[in-house]
């Protein structure tokens, strides 16, 4: 069991940054490809972006440019960099671990979520 507390979030200005942390412990981190997703008010939760063991990135098309996410296997640690920050960001921001093993068993874990509000 994979356990995964988020931190970083907050009240930011539009244009401002702020960086995520997600921390996870119970399991082994660097077999997980980790991601960030996110769910306005009265919107489906997005794949805001993820990184795979290998290090592929991926990115959703809205934060393409201005998210950076980063993982450091030794702290067992993802990052997520939000830079040139808009009102459209402002969501509740998840960190999730995923893997598929070998006989196609799927694993996923989810944090409990921190606020990003971008607000002036």
């Known amino acids: 069991q994979v356990q995964l507390v988020e931190s970083g979030g907050g009240l930011v200005q539009p244009g401002g940054s702020l960086r995520l942390s997600c921390a996870a412990s119970?399991?082994?981190?660097?077999?997980?490809?980790m991601g960030w997703y996110r769910q306005a008010p009265g919107k489906l939760r997005e794949l805001v972006a993820s990184?795979?063991?290998?290090?592929?990135?991926n990115y959703v098309n809205s934060v393409k440019g201005r998210f950076t996410i980063s993982r450091d296997n030794a702290k067992a640690t993802v990052y997520l960099q939000m830079n040139s920050l808009k009102p459209e960001d402002t969501a509740v921001y998840y960190c999730?671990?995923?893997?598929?093993?070998?006989?196609?068993?799927?694993?996923?874990?989810w944090g409990q979520g921190t606020q990003v509000t971008v607000s002036s």
């Open positions: 119970g399991g082994t981190f660097s077999i997980y490809t």
């Open positions: 990184i795979t063991i290998g290090g592929i990135t």
């Open positions: 999730n671990a995923r893997r598929t093993t070998m006989t196609a068993r799927e694993y996923a874990y």
